[in-house]
Structures are given as C-alpha cells and as structure tokens.
C-alpha cells in the first residue's frame, strides 16, 4: 500500500520562529513534491525534489530529500503570518504514471 | 494567462442528477489528472490520461467516468452523484518529460 505521512498534520506557531514539517513515503519513488493550498483554493507548487540530498529553497521555506531514509523536510525560518496555509508533500511513484500520492497536510496558523 | 481552466467553479446539483465537470488546458500538456478533495482531506487521484491511454484507479467508484476528446480537454462525469461525492475537484496537467503537475483552480461540487 502507498502511504505518505506527515506530521505534524497541525502545527500552530508564533512569527519569527523556525519549525519542521516531516514527510515520510513507502513508495519506491525519487520524486517527492510540496504544495500549499489555501482555504477553498487549489494547489500551488512550491517545490520539486529529484535526488537524493536534494535542498530547495525560497524565502522562508527550504525543502529536502532523502530518498534512503525516504524522508523529506520543509523548514519554515522567521514564520510571518503569511505562511498560513495547508502545506501537502507528495511522491510520485514511476508505475503510477507520476500521479501524485497525497500525504494527509499540514494545517500551519502562524500567529503574532 | 490561465494554463489549466476548469468549468465551472461551483456547480450545485441534485442527489442522483448527473453532472460533468470539464477542464481545459493551453499547456499542451500528454498527461492529465483528475483528483477528488473532500474538505479537511488530501487530494485523491480518480484517473489520468496519457494522451488517450486511459487509467483509472483501482477505488474509483464505477459512477466516475472521464473522456478525454482532445489534448486540451478532458471531462469528469458524475453518472448519480450522492451526498458523499460533495468535493473539490482538481484538473492538473503535466508534460510526460516534466516533473511539475499543473493544477486548475478546481470546481467545487455540492449535492443537495
């Protein structure tokens, strides 16, 4: 069975702080996307990570992948109010035609 | 410039009233996707299309059904909809090579 887990699946922190969201995957995959999605809104891609040891980053979020330990971050710095959103991490198993596996979200509230 | 466009954004029917959902795209994009997101939930694949090569997932209810007549636009039929298939869903597109998917800003469903 296909699994993407993350945690933790709410997370309310207070701006300025730093915090990490973990994402863990069964699958056999090399792939491994995160989204944010605003309430009622769709979902805008915030990063794609290929390799092993991959590290993206833009503004206050950094994203990275370790396809061994099937495990991939997205570390929040100096959270603003403005990051607030549902955050999905996703693998993409090559015999699923690279159709994306959803973990269940992360629910951020960042707070003054 | 809107890539991936779906119609309508909100579409309210009646329990058992079948619907269609349409999405298009300008990307020209072989592969697209359709998920279904129930509220507080991860999305959750329904079928794809490569090019015209169908598949569907092996829980997707026998009263979803797709078409695809053409690169740009693909169809979402709901035969009977019931109160459970209340949802957002998401078109999203994705060049075969690429790795990024493409989401449309999704039509959300309501059955009364």
């Known amino acids: 069975e296909l699994k993407v887990e993350q945690n933790p699946l709410f997370l309310s922190m207070q701006e300025g702080k730093n915090y990490t969201i973990y994402c863990n995957y069964s699958t056999t995959s090399d792939r491994l996307y995160w989204y944010r999605q605003d309430p009622g809104k769709s979902l805008e891609s915030l990063f794609v990570l290929l390799s092993n040891g991959a590290v993206k980053q833009e503004g206050r979020l950094m994203a990275s992948l370790d396809t061994k330990a099937r495990l991939s971050t997205l570390h929040i710095t100096a959270a603003v109010h403005d990051l607030s959103a549902t955050y999905f991490c996703a693998s993409a198993p090559l015999n699923s035609g690279y159709a994306l596996n959803f973990g269940k979200g992360t629910s951020l509230l960042v707070t003054p | 410039d809107a890539m991936v466009i779906q119609n309508p954004r909100y579409q309210v029917t009646q329990f058992g009233k079948p619907v269609t959902l349409s999405c298009s795209q300008t990307?020209?994009?072989?592969?697209m996707y359709w998920y279904q997101q129930k509220s507080s939930q991860a999305p959750k694949l329904l079928f794809h299309?490569?090019?015209?090569?169908?598949?569907n997932e092996a829980d997707t209810p026998d009263n979803f059904q797709s078409r695809r007549p053409n690169t740009s636009f693909c169809f979402l039929d709901i035969r009977s909809p019931g109160l459970g298939d209340a949802a957002m869903y998401l078109c999203a597109t994705k060049r075969l090579v690429s790795d990024t998917q493409y989401f449309g800003p999704g039509t959300r469903l309501t059955v009364l």
């Open positions: 990307l020209n994009h072989n592969v």
């Open positions: 299309y490569y090019d015209k090569d169908f598949n």
